[in-house]
């Protein structure tokens, strides 16, 4: 029995002296989009990751949008998080799964009103190196969630595609 509490405490101690620290395993990203003209809005998603294995990471993000379109009175907020899960599948390549809440302001008949949107989104994902930590990823994300019913969804579309950029994420 001392025998093996001596061996395990030998593989444990070397496990710490070899493995990382959870503060290398996090990684940081997000992306920042903006569009002028007829509709004008501003977008920003910073997001925050955990690589738990060289090949699966999870994290979670938030989302602020501003909108004002010429064409209806006054401007729009939407404000979200979600938490997500990728798996590097093959260099790079990964799928990616999420869960979306986002409180979406609309204008409706003349002022604005508000509602909760809660999607499954999940898709393909590549992550390209730019640099020792850093990178740039796209993803194409299915909506499975999607409405295309509803008049005041936040989405115009099943598919939603994203770039950004990340540092730390061994995509």
């Keep these: 029995m001392c025998r093996i509490l001596t061996a395990a405490a030998i593989v444990l101690c070397s496990l ?4 990382a620290s959870w503060t290398d395993r996090l990684w940081f990203g997000g992306g920042i989009g903006a569009g002028f003209g007829t509709v004008d809005y501003i977008e920003v998603t910073p997001i925050v990751g955990y690589n738990l294995t060289e090949r699966f ?3 979670g993000g938030l989302t602020y949008r501003y909108r004002n379109d010429d064409r209806l009175p006054g401007s729009t907020n939407d404000y979200g998080a979600n ?5 590097t599948v093959f ?4 799928v990616h799964g999420e869960y979306e809440y986002l409180n979406y302001e609309f204008v409706s008949g003349g002022s604005t009103d508000r509602d909760n ?5 999940a898709g393909p994902g590549f992550h390209k190196p730019l640099g020792r930590r850093t990178g740039l990823y796209v993803s194409a994300l299915y909506n499975f969630s999607y409405d295309e019913d509803d008049i005041f969804s ?3 579309d099943r598919w939603s595609f994203r ?3 990340s540092v730390g994420f061994r995509g």
């Excluded at 710490?16 to 493995?19: A, D, G, I, Y």
């Excluded at 949107?117 to 989104?121: C, D, E, G, T, V």
């Design 163 to 165: 770039v950004g950029v």
């Design 117 to 121: 949107f809660n999607s499954l989104l």
């Design 83 to 87: 938490v997500f899960g990728r798996y």
């Design 57 to 59: 990471s999870f994290g």
């Design 16 to 19: 710490t002296v070899t493995e």
């Design 91 to 94: 260099r790079g390549f990964y």
């Design 154 to 156: 936040p989405y115009d």
